[in-house]
C-alpha cells in the first residue's frame, strides 16, 4: 500500500531502491507516528472535519496500535512503504470511511517531520540523562582519588605532575559543554512541524497552536516552508551535538587504552572486562574503551556525512531527506550504548596508587623546583636554567610534593563548582 497510489504500479527494482530499509528504521519513529496522528484527529475534530464518534474511534484504533508497537508486536510488511502506510492501512481496515480521513489536511512530509523531532526530543533526553550518569560517576571518583598523584604530559613527554582527582574530573566538566550543545539540540527539535503539510501549508483551517499544546512543544514553526526546511536541520544539529559528546568520550577511551598499557600502567580492569588474544596467553586488551573509540570516532563524521546529505538542496522536500534516518538512528542508538558501557567499566576501574615511585617521574617536578627558587627571590629564567643544568648533569633530586591552591588544580579541584555548574545546565 502506497499512499500516493494513483491506480498503477512501479517497477519492483524502483520500490526496493526508494524504500530501502525504511520500514526497519521506521519501527523506531512508529511510537510518535501514532502520537502525531492522535493529536491530528482531536485537532480535526476541532475544526469540524471530524465528528466527536469518528474521532473517538480513531482515538480508540491508534491506542490499540501503540499497544501493539509498545509489546513490540507491531510489523511493517513488505506491501507497505512506510510506518504511515501501515498505521492508515489498519485504521482504515477497522473503520472504514473514518480511517481515510485521518489524513485529511496533512501530508508525510508533515509527519516524518513530527515523528523525528518527537523522537529527537526523547532520544535527546535519554542522552543527557546518560551524561549525567557518567558525569556523577567521574566526580565521584575524583573526590575517591583525589589524593592519588598522576603524570600529566605534553607531547607524549613527561610533562608535570597531576592526580587522578583531577584527571575524572576534567572529563567530568567537559560533559557539561556536550549537555549545553545537546540543549541547543533540544530547542531546535521543541517546534511543532504539524500542519505545514507537503511544505506550503493546507486550506483547511487546521490549529496548529491545538497540535502544539497537545503535543508538548515549547512552540511551533510558524512558517510552513520553515517548518519543512527543518528536516536535516534538526538532524544536522543534534548530530552536532552527539558529535560533541562522542568526541569527549573518544578522548577519555584512548586516555584509558594508553594508561592499560604495560608502559604506563596507571589503571587496570577486573579481567572480566576485558579480552584475551588467540595466541598470545597473558594478553588482557581493552577491547571495550577500544571499540567505545571506534564507535565514537565515527559518530564524529555523522554531522558531515548529513551536511553532504542536506548543503546543495533547495527549499521543499527532496527525496535525498529520507536517507538521514540512516545515519543518526543507528548513530543515536551507539551512542547510548558506548555511554551506558562507559560507566559499567569505570565504576570497576583499579587505580595505581604508586605511580610516581618510579624514577623516571622525577622530572614531573621541575617546574616545582623552579618555582621554589622564584619564592625565594631568584628571577625566573635564572632558576629556569638551574634547573636545567641540575637535570643535564643528572643531579636533579626533587622533593616528590607538590603545593597547589589555585582554582582547578591539584590542591583545589572545586568538584563542588563544577558540581553546581551540571545542575544549572541540566
Given at each position: 500500500m502506497k499512499l500516493w497510489d494513483?491506480?498503477?504500479?512501479?517497477d519492483k527494482k524502483i520500490d526496493a531502491f526508494t524504500v530501502g530499509n525504511d520500514r526497519e528504521l521506521d519501527l523506531v519513529l512508529a511510537k510518535y507516528d501514532v502520537i502525531g496522528s492522535l493529536a491530528h484527529a482531536k485537532m480535526l475534530e476541532k475544526i469540524g472535519v471530524l465528528t466527536e464518534s469518528e474521532c473517538n474511534n480513531l482515538e480508540r484504533e491508534l491506542h490499540l496500535i501503540?499497544?501493539?508497537?509498545?509489546?513490540?508486536?507491531?510489523?511493517?510488511?513488505?506491501?507497505?512503504?512506510?510506518?504511515?502506510?501501515?498505521i492508515e492501512h489498519l485504521l482504515t481496515e477497522k473503520l472504514g470511511d473514518t480511517g481515510k480521513k485521518i489524513h485529511t489536511a496533512r501530508?508525510?512530509?508533515?509527519?516524518?517531520?513530527?515523528?523525528?523531532?518527537?523522537?529527537?526530543k526523547d532520544e535527546i533526553n535519554d542522552i543527557k540523562q546518560s551524561v549525567?550518569?557518567?558525569?556523577?560517576?567521574?566526580?565521584?571518583?575524583?573526590?575517591?582519588?583525589?589524593?592519588?598523584?598522576?603524570?600529566?604530559?605534553?607531547?607524549?613527554q613527561v610533562a608535570m605532575p597531576s592526580s587522578f582527582g583531577l584527571w575524572f574530573s576534567a572529563y567530568a566538566e567537559t560533559l557539561i559543554d556536550d549537555v549545553v550543545m545537546l540543549n541547543a539540540a533540544f530547542s531546535v527539535a521543541d517546534q511543532n512541524p504539524l500542519g505545514?503539510?507537503?511544505?506550503?501549508?493546507?486550506?483547511?483551517?487546521?490549529?496548529?497552536?491545538?497540535?502544539?499544546?497537545?503535543?508538548?512543544?515549547?512552540?511551533?514553526?510558524?512558517?510552513?516552508?520553515?517548518?519543512?526546511m527543518s528536516r536535516g536541520k534538526v538532524e544536522k544539529t543534534t548530530a552536532f551535538a552527539m558529535s560533541s559528546v562522542a568526541g569527549t568520550l573518544s578522548k577519555l577511551a584512548m586516555d584509558v587504552c594508553l594508561y592499560m598499557s604495560q608502559n604506563f600502567g596507571f589503571v587496570a580492569f577486573p579481567d572480566s572486562l576485558t579480552t584475551g588474544s588467540s595466541i598470545?596467553?597473558?594478553?588482557?586488551?581493552?577491547?571495550?574503551?577500544?571499540?567505545?573509540?571506534?564507535?565514537?570516532?565515527?559518530?564524529?563524521?555523522?554531522?558531515?556525512e548529513l551536511t553532504l546529505l542536506t548543503n546543495n538542496l533547495p527549499s521543499g522536500y527532496h527525496r535525498d531527506l529520507q536517507l538521514l534516518k540512516e545515519g543518526l538512528i543507528p548513530a543515536i542508538q551507539n551512542l547510548k550504548a558506548?555511554?551506558?558501557?562507559?560507566?559499567?567499566s569505570l565504576e570497576q576501574i583499579q587505580i595505581n596508587p604508586n605511580i610516581l615511585e618510579d624514577d623516571r617521574y622525577d622530572y614531573l617536578f621541575s617546574v616545582e623546583e623552579v618555582n621554589k627558587l622564584v619564592q625565594k627571590g631568584m628571577?625566573?629564567?635564572d632558576a629556569y636554567k638551574t634547573v636545567g643544568k641540575q637535570i643535564q648533569d643528572k643531579t636533579f633530586s626533587p622533593l616528590k610534593k607538590v603545593s597547589h591552591t589555585h582554582e582547578g588544580s591539584i590542591g583545589n579541584l572545586c568538584l563542588n563548582e563544577i558540581t553546581s555548574k551540571m545542575k544549572a545546565v541540566i
Open positions: 494513483k491506480g498503477f504500479s512501479t501503540l499497544e501493539d508497537i509498545l509489546a513490540d508486536k507491531f510489523v511493517i510488511e513488505s506491501e507497505f512503504e512506510d510506518v504511515h502506510s501501515k501530508s508525510r512530509n508533515d509527519q516524518v517531520l513530527v515523528d523525528m523531532h518527537l523522537y529527537l549525567m550518569d557518567l558525569f556523577d560517576l567521574l566526580m565521584h571518583k575524583a573526590d575517591l582519588h583525589k589524593n592519588v598523584m598522576l603524570p600529566g604530559y605534553t607531547h607524549f505545514s503539510a507537503a511544505g506550503y501549508g493546507s486550506s483547511f483551517p487546521v490549529d496548529r497552536k491545538f497540535t502544539t499544546d497537545f503535543l508538548h512543544f515549547k512552540t511551533l514553526k510558524y512558517n510552513s516552508v520553515a517548518a519543512q598470545m596467553p597473558h594478553k588482557k586488551n581493552p577491547d571495550v574503551f577500544e571499540l567505545i573509540r571506534g564507535k565514537c570516532n565515527k559518530i564524529q563524521s555523522l554531522p558531515y558506548c555511554l551506558e558501557l562507559a560507566v559499567f628571577p625566573f629564567r
